[in-house]
Every structure is written in structure tokens, then in C-alpha cells.
């Protein structure tokens, strides 16, 4: 939970206003006067196509907290407003959803939930479920405490569990102890609490025991580092032969989504190459689903006042990540299927003769396979129409870092990296949601670059590289009718 409880943000809005004077001549004849300057009219919105993603919340969403059961997906969200109820959606395949309704409300003064934070779904052994969340009160001490809430089904109602509370100390920070993730480990036979929290001035993720969802033991922590802010919204699961601990980085250094693995559970930790699963666009990730069907599910930033000029904003849009296993046991995120399969109408077929995508006001998937000199950069490029403006995403395969640069600059920019690849060849999807105004592109099936872009519905987009590629193929496929 990036800031959201301490930090209200405001940005300043300058204003220049211009007058033009004109200057008459003198009485009677002639005169002199200021030429006026021909009115540029103003550039027609166009139609764009309906959104790829969740659309069902105007502002956007805050957190996602997912939980998967019988083939269904249940969503349970910060709602991007006030101070930050729970609401809920499902979904069967992460893409087509319910409309939302009311979860949990926060909580009025003095109460400890006047904020609310993010947490998890688990299915009682009793029967029913349990919502596990954070209460936030910014005048109370503690400020922060893991809180309970019961429902009989995924689609409520849920009711706030009285008497049902407790906060980090002695153990942790009374500050910082928020996103309780619970779940079953079988390899310790006990309920696992995981927690983002601090201890003795180091950023943790802090752990806690249960052997039935009701009384909580504090333990070690299962990861810690130094660091000023905080390791967020963790998640655990096991997949590709090893535990993968999943958090969201607070520093503007790596603001991303991070993942470290371990043989077994309570550890080692440690981070391999290429740790991070997306770009600074995407956060507070978090996965559900079994390891044939795991999806990550995340929100892609909003731009502050919904422009591409500003900078990024708390909450944004969900988007999902398909979380697989590489030949080599690298967790990887890819293309989701149930996003793919909403492409089945051909626009057109891609070559090196032939790199043009078409307009960015139609929701498009492309795909290419492509093969570049080992060290060149190639990419897409978005050509805003009657301007001079283009932006790019660049894939550069020096120095294996994939970028979005709006307009040509790179201030704010989000990136990836990512292996470089030894002959040349490169595998790449680009999905674009203009009704969104966002867009991910994934990079040999690996790891993924979600960027956001409200004015992609103004450009023409196409493949391009530095050097003439090698090699080229791919398509184009619009929505289904």
C-alpha cells in the first residue's frame, strides 16, 4: 500500500494566459493592423474500441487481493475513493467480471479501520471464509493492525469479526503492519500470516503462525533488508520447483514488482537474475489460481489528472500477468490466454517490407517474431497523427532493457530487463487498450512492460529498428465482433 494512508497528493497546476492586442491605425483609412493568425481546429477524438481490461470502476482500483476456488476468480479491492472500502468482483477466466459491490466498509472515528488496507481471502476450515485486512487510523497508536471480517459466501455480505484485532508489538513496527497474506502450508502444517513491516530499522516481511486462523504467534521474519521504505503486499506460493516470495517495492529506485525465491519455505531468500516481473507502471501484484492457472493480478498507474504529462498517481487499472514456468525453471509472466483469445480477427500480416500496425484507436494484439543483430534495437512506435511527436517502446538488446519513452523523453519512464538473446531472436506480444489508454507488451514469453499512454488513440502505430532486421513476421488481430 504505496503512501496512500499518510500522503494525500496534490499537484500544482500552472496556468499561462496569452493576450494578443491588436494594434489599430489611425481613424479612417488604413491602417495597420495586427494580422491574425489562422485557428488551428481542434483534433477530433476518435472512436476507440471497448476496453481489454476491468472497466467497471471509473477511478480505477486500488489493490487487488485475488483468491481462486473452483475455477473462479474473486477479486477483492481497495475502491479508488474516500478511504478505501473493500469491493468485490469474479470473474472465470481473469477478464470478463461481475459488476462490483460493497465488501467492507471502513470504519467511522474512533474506530481502527478508518482506513482500510489491503489483505487476503482464505476458506475456513469451519465453513465460510475470512477476510484478513489492514486497519489504518492515522491518530491511533498503534496506526496499523490486522483485522478480521467473515462471509458464508465469495459474494458476501462480510461482517467485521468484534473483539478481533492485534498490532506489531514488541515484535514489529507499531507504524509500519499492513497486508496480512494468509494461507496453508502444508509443508509446516500451520496457517502462514505474512506482513509488510519493519523491525529494528529494516524493512521486513514479517511472519506469523496460526494452527487455526484464531490465535497468532509472532515469528522471525521470513525476509528482511535494508531499506527506508517498505517491501508491500507480499504474496508466497509454490511453483516451478521452488517458493517464490512476491512483493512491491516502495523505492523509486526499483518500484516494482520483485519476486526472490527459496527451496522451502521458511527459507533462504535470496534474488536471481532478472527479479523484477514488470516496469514501475505495475504494482501491488499479487497471484491466484493453481500452477496450470495462475494469474497475476495487478494495477497499471494512473498519470496524475489522467494526462500523459503527469506523473503517477496511487490506483490505476486491473490488468492481469499469466505466471509460468520457463524450460529452465525461471518464473515467468506471459500473455494471459483468456486475454488472447479476444483477438480472433486478423487486421493484417507484418513482414520487413510491411511494419505498419495501423491505428492506436482500435484495441489491438500484436505479435512478432523478429531477428536483429545482436546488440541493435528495435521496438514499436506510436506516431501521433498531424504532429511531430512519436513515442516509442524500445527493446535495446546491448544493454537487455526494455523502455517506454513518451515523446521522446524518458522522464518517467518505466523499463524492464531482460535477457538478451544470444542469435538475435525475439519473441513479442503488444496488447493495446486505448479505452484505457494503457498498454503491455511481453518480451519472449518472460517478463512484461506495462506502460500507460491516454493519448495512444491519436497515433499510428508500427515495428521498427534501428537496423534493418533480419527477419520479420507477425500479425495483427482486432476484438471479435
Known amino acids: ?126 465453513g465460510g471464509y475470512r477476510l484478513f485486512y489492514t486497519g489504518h487510523n492515522p491518530g491511533a497508536n498503534p496506526k496499523e493492525i490486522t483485522m478480521q471480517a467473515k462471509a458464508t459466501s465469495l459474494s458476501g455480505p462480510w461482517t467485521k469479526t468484534t473483539g478481533f484485532g492485534f498490532a506489531g508489538t514488541p515484535q514489529y513496527d507499531a507504524l509500519d503492519f ?77 518500484r516494482q514488482v520483485r519476486v526472490l525465491n527459496a527451496d522451502q519455505s521458511t527459507g533462504p531468500y535470496a534474488y536471481r537474475a532478472f527479479d523484477a516481473l514488470d516496469g514501475k507502471a505495475f504494482y501491488a501484484g499479487k497471484t491466484a489460481g493453481t500452477n496450470d492457472n495462475r494469474l497475476l493480478f495487478g494495477w497499471l498507474a494512473h498519470k496524475r489528472n489522467k494526462t500523459d504529462a503527469g506523473t503517477f498517481d496511487w490506483g490505476g487499472d486491473l490488468v492481469t500477468h499469466a505466471i509460468k514456468c520457463r524450460s529452465d525453471g525461471e518464473l515467468a509472466v506471459q500473455l494471459p490466454q483468456s486475454v488472447a483469445q479476444q483477438f480472433a480477427v486478423e487486421r493484417k500480416s507484418l513482414s520487413i517490407g510491411n511494419q505498419a500496425i495501423g491505428d492506436g484507436a482500435k484495441a489491438t494484439l500484436t505479435h512478432i517474431d523478429v531477428r536483429v543483430t545482436p546488440g541493435d534495437e528495435f521496438g514499436f512506435s506510436f506516431k501521433r497523427r498531424n504532429s511531430d511527436l512519436t513515442s516509442q517502446i524500445r527493446i535495446d538488446t546491448q544493454t537487455g532493457q526494455a523502455k517506454f519513452f513518451l515523446n521522446g523523453g524518458s522522464a518517467e519512464a518505466p523499463s524492464i530487463a531482460f535477457p538478451p538473446s544470444s542469435d538475435g531472436n525475439y519473441s513479442v506480444d503488444l496488447v493495446l487498450d486505448p479505452k484505457l489508454g494503457l498498454g503491455i507488451v511481453y518480451i519472449n514469453a518472460f517478463r512484461a512492460l506495462s506502460f500507460r499512454y491516454y493519448d495512444v488513440r491519436y497515433t499510428d502505430v508500427s515495428v521498427y529498428s534501428k537496423s534493418a532486421p533480419l527477419a520479420l513476421t507477425g500479425t495483427v488481430r482486432e476484438r471479435n465482433p
Request: hydrophobic share 35%; net charge negative; glycine share 10%.
Open 1 to 126: 500500500m504505496a503512501n496512500r494512508f499518510s500522503v494525500v497528493s496534490t499537484a500544482a497546476l500552472l496556468l499561462l494566459t496569452f493576450s494578443q492586442t491588436a494594434c489599430g491605425g489611425g481613424g479612417g483609412g488604413g491602417g495597420g493592423g495586427a494580422v491574425t493568425p489562422p485557428v488551428t481546429p481542434p483534433e477530433p477524438t476518435p472512436e476507440v474500441s471497448p476496453a481489454v481490461y476491468f472497466s467497471k470502476e471509473a477511478n480505477g482500483i486500488g489493490d487487488p487481493n485475488p483468491f481462486f476456488e473452483n475455477g473462479v476468480f474473486t477479486v477483492v479491492y481497495l475502491k479508488n475513493e474516500g478511504r478505501h472500502p473493500f469491493w468485490s468482483t469474479q470473474s472465470p477466466d481473469g477478464l470478463s467480471w461481475s459488476n462490483p459491490t460493497l465488501a467492507l466498509s471502513v470504519g467511522e472515528s474512533p474506530a481502527a479501520d478508518l482506513w482500510i488496507g489491503s489483505g487476503s481471502v482464505i476458506a475456513d476450515p469451519a
Open 178 to 254: 499492513r497486508d496480512p497474506f494468509v494461507f496453508w502450508n502444508s509443508e509446516t502444517n500451520s496457517y502462514w500470516m505474512l506482513l509488510t513491516t519493519r523491525q529494528a530499522g529494516k524493512a521486513v516481511i514479517g511472519r506469523y503462525t496460526s494452527p487455526d486462523l484464531n490465535t497468532w504467534t509472532a515469528e522471525a521474519p521470513l525476509y528482511s533488508e535494508d531499506s527506508p521504505l517498505n517491501l508491500e503486499v507480499p504474496d508466497l506460493f509454490k511453483q516451478c520447483g521452488r517458493w517464490n516470495l512476491i512483493y512491491s517495492d516502495q523505492r523509486s529506485t526499483s
